[in-house]
């Protein structure tokens, strides 16, 4: 397994809010994390990416123990945060370059997730100065610049307009389609539809249900849902 979670449990005062998550993702599996706001999907991405430590529970990330070998898990996987920030202080550019750094990786892979992610005309452009929409794509280059076994993405089409949105759903799935572990997190069906083949559907800091989306469709076609209403009912 590429990604494991057993038994997680996170408090925040006298919030519960994951109780007891377990689930696992296989090596080049494209999963949805499912779920309302609140519900969860946020917290257990953080746990995943070593920024969360959970009250209870394990985290594996490519066989690592997130919590025990922190550096071997992070080393494996990218992860986009949900309103993902970039350093503010520094171009779209020397972003990057920061990053590539980091990785210890050369010039050549930051011109290459420039042009993956059309970034070339932002190069010398402020973080702080872009858009939304820009920032997003700018966090999108920065998790993925490293070719990561595992991506862990919140939300990655937020901010995006729809011809973005298409670009980066592209992208995405040929990342998958090379062997990329994709988890991700989103509150909307149709992203899940597109983007993965199983869904994960936590409510309340619950699993309630996991499967291929396939059989959520079947569920719909023999009752006569929609697949949405399908999931709002099992998150009941």
Not at 66 to 71: E, G, I, L
Not at 84 to 106: D, I, K, Q, S, W
Not at 199 to 222: F, M, P, S, Y
Request: glycine residues 8%; charged residues 25%; hydrophobic residues 45%.
């Amino acid at each position: 397994m590429c990604i494991s979670a057993r038994g997680l449990v996170k408090r925040f005062g006298n919030v519960v809010a994951l109780n007891g998550v377990s689930f696992d993702v296989q090596c080049g599996d494209a999963v949805a994390l499912l779920g309302p706001n609140g519900a969860g999907k946020s917290t257990t991405l953080r746990i995943l990416a070593g920024l969360l430590r959970p009250d209870s529970g394990s985290a594996q990330v490519c066989g690592f123990d997130v919590q025990r070998q922190p550096r071997e898990a992070k080393a494996c996987l990218g992860f986009l945060p949900e309103d993902a920030v970039p350093f503010l202080n520094l171009t779209v550019r020397e972003n990057l370059e920061y990053m590539a750094v980091l990785r210890g990786l050369g010039d050549s892979v930051v011109d290459e997730v420039m042009d993956l992610l059309e970034l070339r005309d932002l190069a010398r452009r402020m973080a702080s100065s872009l858009s939304r929409g820009n920032r997003q794509r700018l966090a999108i280059a920065m998790a993925i610049m490293h070719k990561p076994k595992v991506l862990l993405l919140d939300e990655p089409l937020n901010y995006l307009d729809i011809p973005t949105q298409e670009k980066v759903i592209a992208l995405l799935k040929e990342l998958n389609s090379k062997g990329t572990t994709m988890l991700v997190s989103t509150h909307i069906m149709s992203i899940a539809e597109r983007l993965t083949r199983r869904v994960i559907v936590i409510n309340k800091g619950t699993v309630v249900w996991q499967g291929e989306i396939n059989e959520l469709r079947k569920i719909a076609a023999d009752t006569g849902e929609r697949i949405e209403e399908v999931v709002a009912r099992l998150m009941r």
